[in-house]
């Protein structure tokens, strides 16, 4: 277990950054949670669970992943993943921009919802690149 806080000082001065590295043997799974209140949230490398919530801020992930939980109220959700197992992936913002990109996988099945109040949502499959070609418009 992992953990890291930043809290006000006693001026209410408040400017802080939390960075986490961890580099676990093969079998080992890692869950991450990050919670934030106002700043975003970056993700990168391999997560067997992934739960990223901020209320104003973006949610950016580029990872290999089992079952994703992303949220923010004011903030684009931009994600790269590489499902390692079939999973659910989650995506959601009130205002803002959702953009999911995922290669499709023959051997995987994707759980995937994503909503946005304000803003457009993207998911892109084939090799994790948005390919509306053969979409009728307004139904990607």
Known sequence: FVQAEAKRDANENFNAEAQIEATLPAGILMVVTAEST???????????????DTVNG????????????????????????RPTASG??????????VSLA??????????V?????????????KDGEKDTSSCPEGTQ
Do not use: C, F, H, W
């Not at 290999?64 to 684009?76: A, R, Y």
């Not at 919802?113 to 499959?125: F, M, Q």
């Open 38 to 52: 106002n700043g975003g949230i970056t993700v990168e490398g391999r997560t067997d669970g992934l739960s990223a």
């Open 113 to 125: 919802e994503a909503k946005t109040v304000n803003g457009p949502v993207d998911i892109g499959l």
């Open 102 to 111: 995922m290669p499709e996988a023959a051997q995987r099945g994707y759980d």
């Open 58 to 81: 973006q949610v950016s992930i580029n990872a290999d992943v089992t079952s994703v939980s992303l949220k923010t109220t004011n903030g684009q959700i931009d994600a790269k993943l």
């Open 88 to 97: 659910r992936i989650t995506a959601t913002t009130v205002n803002g921009e």
